[in-house]
């Protein structure tokens, strides 16, 4: 425990703010919801850990079903794996001497782990490592399906990534990833199924070449929150959703309310400068602006907005606020990522009484 006054059973009105409070029903709500999607359809759910950055939410997916976690970084595999959740995708190309070396030190400790690749410098660069370390490395290409991000083109350019890969003795090619992240946050489900089966047709299509070329592609992973149900219909055998465990205003805004809002930060009224302007304890060293301002939880005509790194300003359209100095609010982070990468510990109750304090130990971990 943190404290002598924070301790389990006791009520979350006493936790210290600004904080992020997780509440543990709506999680399991979230991963009921989503894994019972994919249970039927005999697809393989690999959550993406960027989201949580959490060894024991991570663990909570894996009781859940997860076969496997995705990391973004090299750093973020390292918390986990120590952990005990040793099966891992690192979902971004691993270039450079230290994070490569970094890379090989882990997979030497934990086999599991595998790696994206999306280009020749990356294929010469993981097999002198795995050379040097001894080990064999399980490698996925990566595809370029519409992104416009890391990856390489669908088709012929991926045919000759994986002709090169099955030709490095400590190479093995192992499946392809093709994340459709720029359509997550489309609105219309229409537009957003279709356009999800267009990038799925450049993904499954490539799979095709490849394997009549005689690469035996196994893992073919693709799919965040808003489009992994269109991936497994469209015939991907892994999907990667992240942000589904917590939800965010942007992610509401666009597929609406399947999953619950389980995450947000208590912040508290310092000031009340105007009877229609109240000041928090919540600026942007607590909730992050990415993708906009957070919104408070239960007051829709109550705006936030912040005004410093430690201050926020409520405004109320309507006229007066009702809050007084020393009141808490419950703001709704529009992205989680990178809210929940501002916060050391997860405040983690069940109907209002704290359950567990969880440290954010993958947090800050950008190499
Ligand atoms: C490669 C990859 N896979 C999966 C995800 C998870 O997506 P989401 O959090 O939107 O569910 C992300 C998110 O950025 C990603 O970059």
């Known amino acids: 425990m943190l404290s002598t006054t924070i301790e389990k059973g006791i009520s979350i009105d006493l936790i210290d703010t600004p904080c992020l409070l997780v509440d543990l029903d709506v999680v399991d709500k979230n991963l009921e919801s989503l894994f019972q999607k994919f249970r039927y359809r005999k697809v393989n759910v690999r959550p993406h850990l960027k989201t949580v950055k959490s060894p024991e939410l991570a663990k909570l997916l894996v009781k859940a079903g997860a076969a496997g976690v995705c990391t973004a970084k090299v750093s973020e595999a390292e918390v986990m794996a120590a952990a005990g959740i040793e099966d891992i995708l690192i979902t971004t190309e691993i270039i450079g001497t230290a994070k490569v070396e970094r890379l090989t030190r882990l997979i030497a400790k934990y086999p599991q782990i595998k790696v994206v690749i999306d280009s020749q410098t990356g294929i010469e660069a993981m097999q002198q490592a795995a050379t040097d370390a001894n080990i064999k490395l399980n490698v996925l290409i990566e595809l370029n399906v519409g992104q416009n991000r890391a990856g390489a083109e669908p088709g012929e350019p991926a045919l000759k990534l ?22 997550q946050l489309l609105t219309d489900e229409g537009e957003r199924k279709r356009l999800c089966a267009d990038a799925m047709e450049k993904l499954l299509g490539t799979v095709k070449l490849l394997r009549e070329k005689g690469h035996p592609i ?36 666009a597929i609406g309310e399947r999953y619950g809002h389980a995450l947000t930060v ?48 409520l405004e109320s359209v309507s006229g007066s606020l009702p809050f007084n100095i020393g009141d808490r609010v419950e703001l709704i982070p529009s992205h989680i990522d990178t809210t929940v990468n501002l916060h050391d510990y997860y405040y983690c109750h069940r109907g209002g009484k704290l359950e567990h304090v969880w440290k954010l130990s993958a947090r800050g971990k950008v190499q």
Request: proline letters at 5%; one cysteine or more.
């Open 162 to 183: 994986a002709d090169t890969i099955a030709k490095q003795p400590n190479l093995h090619l192992l499946g392809v990833q093709g994340y459709e992240g720029h359509l």
């Open 218 to 253: 196994e893992v073919i992973t693709s799919g965040g929150t808003g489009t992994a149900e269109y991936c497994a219909d469209a015939g991907v055998n892994e999907v990667q959703p992240g942000s589904f465990v917590f939800m965010d205003g942007a992610y509401r805004r």
């Open 266 to 313: 208590i912040s508290t009224v310092i000031s009340k400068p105007a009877e229609n302007r109240c000041v928090i304890d919540a600026g942007f060293k607590s909730l992050s602006t990415d993708s906009g301002n957070a919104e408070l939880k239960v007051s829709p005509d109550i705006s936030y907005r912040p005004a410093g790194d430690e201050h926020g300003i």
